[in-house]
């Protein structure tokens, strides 16, 4: 076995935290913890898992939940794709009968990709399959000090070979979950801890004083800026809510009524192109911005009120009338949208 890759896998064993999807290898847990984790710290997670489990504490459970439950259970998580998906691969588990084992079956599963597949194979069924995420990316290329930008897919096939040509043979779940923590915890970012780091004595980048230039990572482009108006329209204690169209960002969720524009006089002739009825703006209320991974929403809000007494043209937009409750109890509101009243 790769020196390495013994160092990295005793240092596992003897400081893996303790964190609650780690009792068991149940591939259900497994999975529902993975899908958290994606793009969301373990700090943020902890408690969403617990309740999760609370809710749903088998894979029939979650299969057999209304989307609403979920999504609300899900609130405040963000990337709500995620909860949906979940739902739709539980109900496909349960019909399937079991939980697949093989990577190229867990893939076929609503929302699973590539990395998802790998851990789930690997910690659940020992299968000796790569699962390489950002942190994995970081770890290796510093390991073998390599040049190539990671945000390049050529970067993560040449990663996959290495750990494929080093794979430790049984050991499948503590080599993938070592290589996550070490990233998470020491090979980190900005100022890796090189001097507590396990396979230091093996890192080239260590070796080579260029820990803190690798790895090549080329810079994305700005995010692009959306601005927006949002509507609070209230009538008898309830307010005005819209839901998405399914194929969009966020979409499913519900929403206030909001026009891709910053000019109020805009508005009229925007919503009853959006949504069949025109709104009128009354009052100012602030502003609020939410990034999203690619776009970021300038949000100016405004109270308004519907222009006549028409309702909504049914075949324009899905909508209802929430009061407090619902909004807290019942309704999946997404953070960018929480923002707004706080």
Same mark, same amino acid.
């Given at each position: 076995?790769?020196?390495?890759?013994?160092?990295?896998?005793?240092?596992?064993?003897?400081?893996? !935290?303790?964190?609650?999807?780690?009792?068991?290898?149940?591939?259900?847990?497994?999975?529902?913890?993975?899908?958290?984790?994606?793009?969301?710290?373990?700090?943020?997670?902890?408690?969403?898992?617990?309740?999760?489990? &609370?809710?749903?504490?088998?894979?029939?459970?979650?299969?057999?939940?209304?989307?609403?439950?979920?999504? %609300?259970?899900?609130?405040?998580?963000?990337?709500?794709?995620?909860? %949906?998906?979940?739902?739709?691969?539980?109900?496909? /588990?349960?019909?399937?009968?079991?939980?697949?084992?093989? =990577?190229? &079956?867990?893939? =076929?599963?609503?929302?699973?990709?590539?990395?998802?597949?790998?851990?789930? +194979?690997?910690? $659940?069924?020992?299968?000796?399959?790569?699962?390489?995420?950002?942190?994995?990316?970081?770890?290796?290329?510093?390991?073998?000090?390599?040049?190539?930008?990671?945000?390049?897919?050529?970067?993560? =096939? %040449?990663?996959?070979?290495?750990?494929?040509?080093?794979?430790?043979?049984?050991?499948?779940?503590?080599?993938?979950?070592?290589?996550?923590?070490?990233?998470?915890?020491?090979?980190?970012?900005? $100022?890796?801890?090189?001097?507590?780091?396990?396979?230091?004595?093996?890192? @080239?980048?260590?070796?080579?004083?260029?820990?803190?230039?690798?790895?090549?990572?080329?810079?994305?482009?700005? %995010?692009?800026?959306?601005? !927006? /108006?949002?509507?609070?329209?209230?009538?008898?204690?309830?307010?005005?809510?819209? =839901?998405?169209?399914?194929? #969009?960002?966020?979409?499913?969720?519900?929403?206030?009524?909001?026009?891709?524009? $910053?000019?109020?006089?805009?508005?009229?002739?925007?919503?009853?192109?959006?949504?069949?009825?025109?709104?009128?703006?009354?009052?100012?209320?602030?502003?609020?911005?939410?990034?999203?991974?690619?776009? !970021?929403?300038? #949000?100016?809000?405004?109270?308004?009120?519907?222009?006549?007494? +028409?309702?909504?043209?049914? $075949?324009?937009? &899905?909508?209802?009338? +929430?009061?407090?409750?619902?909004? @807290?109890?019942?309704?999946?509101?997404?953070?960018?949208? @929480?923002?707004?009243?706080?």
């Amino acid at each position: 076995m790769n020196r390495w890759v013994t160092d990295l896998l005793d240092w596992y064993k003897n400081v893996k !935290r303790p964190l609650p999807w780690r009792e068991t290898q149940e591939a259900y847990r497994v999975w529902i913890s993975e899908i958290m984790l994606q793009q969301t710290r373990i700090e943020a997670v902890m408690g969403y898992y617990q309740r999760f489990m &609370e809710a749903f504490p088998d894979v029939q459970a979650l299969a057999q939940a209304p989307l609403e439950q979920v999504l %609300k259970l899900w609130e405040g998580l963000g990337y709500y794709s995620r909860a %949906k998906n979940l739902h739709k691969a539980a109900q496909e /588990i349960v019909m399937r009968g079991s939980f697949p084992d093989q =990577k190229e &079956e867990i893939q =076929k599963l609503p929302g699973i990709g590539d990395y998802t597949a790998g851990a789930i +194979a690997a910690i $659940a069924f020992g299968k000796e399959e790569t699962a390489i995420d950002g942190n994995v990316m970081r770890v290796v290329s510093r390991i073998y000090a390599l040049e190539d930008d990671i945000l390049l897919p050529a970067s993560r =096939k %040449k990663v996959k070979e290495i750990l494929e040509g080093v794979y430790p043979s049984g050991e499948a779940g503590n080599f993938v979950q070592g290589l996550m923590e070490l990233g998470e915890l020491i090979c980190i970012p900005k $100022a890796p801890k090189c001097e507590i780091c396990p396979v230091q004595e093996e890192c @080239k980048a260590k070796t080579e004083g260029r820990q803190s230039v690798l790895p090549v990572r080329i810079p994305k482009t700005k %995010k692009k800026t959306e601005e !927006r /108006i949002v509507l609070l329209v209230e009538e008898q204690g309830r307010i005005l809510l819209t =839901k998405r169209p399914e194929k #969009m960002l966020l979409g499913g969720l519900w929403e206030y009524p909001n026009v891709l524009t $910053a000019d109020p006089a805009r508005v009229p002739a925007l919503t009853q192109e959006k949504y069949g009825m025109q709104l009128k703006i009354q009052e100012y209320v602030g502003e609020v911005e939410h990034v999203f991974t690619h776009v !970021r929403w300038k #949000m100016r809000v405004y109270k308004a009120q519907k222009k006549d007494a +028409a309702g909504f043209a049914a $075949a324009r937009r &899905e909508y209802k009338w +929430a009061d407090e409750k619902q909004l @807290k109890e019942e309704v999946m509101l997404p953070t960018a949208f @929480k923002k707004i009243i706080g």
